[in-house]
T-cell receptor
Framework: DTEVTQTPKHLVMGMTNKKSLKCEQH?????MYWYKQKAKKPPELMFV???????INESVPSRFSPECPNSSLLNLHLHALQPEDSALYLC??????????FGPGTRLTVT | DQQVKQNSPSLSVQEGRISILNCDYT??????FLWYKKYPAEGPTFLIS?????DKNEDGRFTVFLNKSAKHLSLHIVPSQPGDSAVYFC?????????????FGQGTRLTINP
């Protein structure tokens, strides 16, 4: 099983809503990542979890709150987002020093 | 400050010929370089990687070359097939506080013409 799954596939939310994105992998990977990708741009790293501990936060605004409940799951909690936060949110996982495998992404639209 | 650059936004190649995608980087601390392929509405798919201590890595139709002195790498696809049409991202890796960080180039859209 080399799959990273993400739910939901699409999400539309208002600026006052609270929602969560979910990511799951069953490859035994101990590192998990959140990326943001805007149209015609490369993925940009947001957060890295290594052994379920937050290792890297790329100065992401606090309206994005990551959570790693266990080694297979990664959540991204969203609150009070802005329209400019609309993007494709990608989750990835890897062994700690190996290539990253990406999920299909959640297309987020903030209205 | 763009640490990883792909200067060609697009490339068009005839089916059966060689496709060469290029990537330049500025940070000497990168220890691994990777190529990802991306179709619309999908996440990037890992293709091939190379360690900074090597100069070539081959996997089937895909070969990556690294020139450390020039801080340049390239991906060769031969022979090119229509299914290779996608956006290709070059990525460079550093280790930050025991976790790996990938920096991506802007991507090159490859179109294989029949």
């Amino acid at each position: 099983d080399t799959e990273v799954t993400q739910t939901p596939k699409h999400l539309v939310m208002g600026m006052t809503n609270k929602k969560s994105l979910k990511c799951e992998q069953h490859m035994g990977h101990r590192a998990m990542y959140w990326y943001k990708q805007k149209a015609k741009k490369p993925p940009e790293l947001m957060f890295v979890y290594s052994y379920e501990k937050l290792s890297i936060n790329e100065s992401v605004p606090s309206r994005f709150s990551p959570e790693c409940p266990n080694s297979s799951l990664l959540n991204l909690h969203l609150h009070a987002l802005q329209p400019e936060d609309s993007a494709l949110y990608l989750c990835a996982s890897s062994q700690v020093s190996s290539e990253q495998y990406f999920g299909p992404g959640t297309r987020l639209t903030v209205t | 400050d763009q640490q990883v650059k792909q200067n060609s936004p697009s490339l068009s190649v005839q089916e059966g010929r060689i496709s060469i995608l290029n990537c330049d980087y500025t940070n000497s601390m990168f220890d691994y370089f990777l190529w990802y392929k991306k179709y619309p509405a999908e996440g990037p798919t890992f293709l091939i990687s190379i360690s900074s201590i090597k100069d070539k890595n081959e996997d089937g139709r895909f070969t990556v070359f690294l020139n450390k002195s020039a801080k340049h790498l390239s991906l060769h696809i031969v022979p090119s097939q229509p299914g290779d049409s996608a956006v290709y991202f070059c990525a460079a890796r550093t280790d930050v506080q025991g976790a790996q960080k990938l920096v991506f180039g802007q991507g090159t859209r490859l179109t294989i013409n029949p």
